[in-house]
């Protein structure tokens, strides 16, 4: 069973059309990366997944049952963004407990989760610190680290490190794809960035004015883009 699909998903915000009927099957603990040029409707797609953006027509599956019209906290996704608000106020283990306490999990289950999820994103040393204390690196683990801990189904991220500097970004892309290794979740990742894209996913979604140009593991892409627009941003010379 596919642990996520989508069926003719559409998206309007008054007369226009953002989202042009979308479909597409993840499979359970796939990498997927959602790619494109800014403003072609990467982030509605992820939003409308999440539950944070109302879908206008088509239906979206999480294992098997219809979410299209379920609260975000139902969904059992977790989602990391490109400005990751931490609480400055909290410590770094209080951040990551936070929503979990507000989950009503107990205690001692909350600190197996915080530690182990700590442990992963080498924050253990931190973990009494405030956000302000850290590096932006260290922050954007954190955030991964909140929804980590919450063991989500599916993990959405909308360009987690495109504020991080470029040698930051190499790095904590590294981290994210050990991450996957590691628990194995399924992870849609959204990107501008081809490099990313290239060295992230299992498999690329290239998304242009609404519509998915062409899905396909990173190197068929490359190797045979459908047209030219998937060609040029990909980055083959087709
Ligand atoms: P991306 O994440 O790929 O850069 P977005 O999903 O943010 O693209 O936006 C896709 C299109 O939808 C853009 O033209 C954007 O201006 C438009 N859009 C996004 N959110 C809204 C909104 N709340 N109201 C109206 N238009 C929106
Ligand atoms: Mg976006």
Redesign the pocket.
């Known amino acids: 069973m596919a642990g996520l699909e989508l069926k003719a998903v559409r998206k309007d915000?008054?007369p226009?059309s953002?989202i042009k009927g979308v479909d597409l099957s993840i499979a359970d603990g796939e990498l997927v990366v959602f790619v494109?040029?800014?403003?072609?409707?990467?982030?509605?797609?992820l939003r409308m997944i999440a539950g944070l953006e109302t879908v206008s027509d088509g239906a979206i599956r999480i294992e098997g049952a219809d979410v299209t019209h379920m609260p975000a906290s139902d969904r059992g996704l977790a989602m990391v963004f490109q400005s990751y608000a931490l609480y400055p106020h909290m410590s770094v283990y209080a951040n990551m407990a936070f929503a979990l306490e507000n989950m009503g999990v107990a205690k001692p289950e909350i600190a197996k989760r915080v530690q182990r999820a700590a442990a992963m994103l080498r924050l253990t040393d931190y973990l009494d610190r405030k956000p302000g204390a850290l590096s932006g690196g260290q922050r954007q683990r954190v955030a991964i680290g909140r929804a980590i801990v919450r063991d989500p189904k599916i993990f959405l991220f909308d360009e987690p490190l495109s504020n991080l500097d470029a040698e930051l970004r190499v790095a904590t892309r590294k981290e994210l794809a050990a991450l996957h290794a590691e628990i194995g979740g399924t992870m849609i990742y959204?990107t501008?960035d081809q490099v990313e894209a290239m060295t992230l996913a299992d498999r690329i979604v290239v998304?242009n004015g609404?519509r998915i140009e062409q899905v396909g593991a990173p190197l068929d892409l490359y190797n045979r883009p459908d047209n030219l627009f998937v060609a040029g941003f990909i980055g083959s010379p087709r």
């Open positions: 915000f008054g226009v953002v494109g040029p800014s403003g072609c409707g990467k982030s509605t797609l959204v501008h998304l609404g």
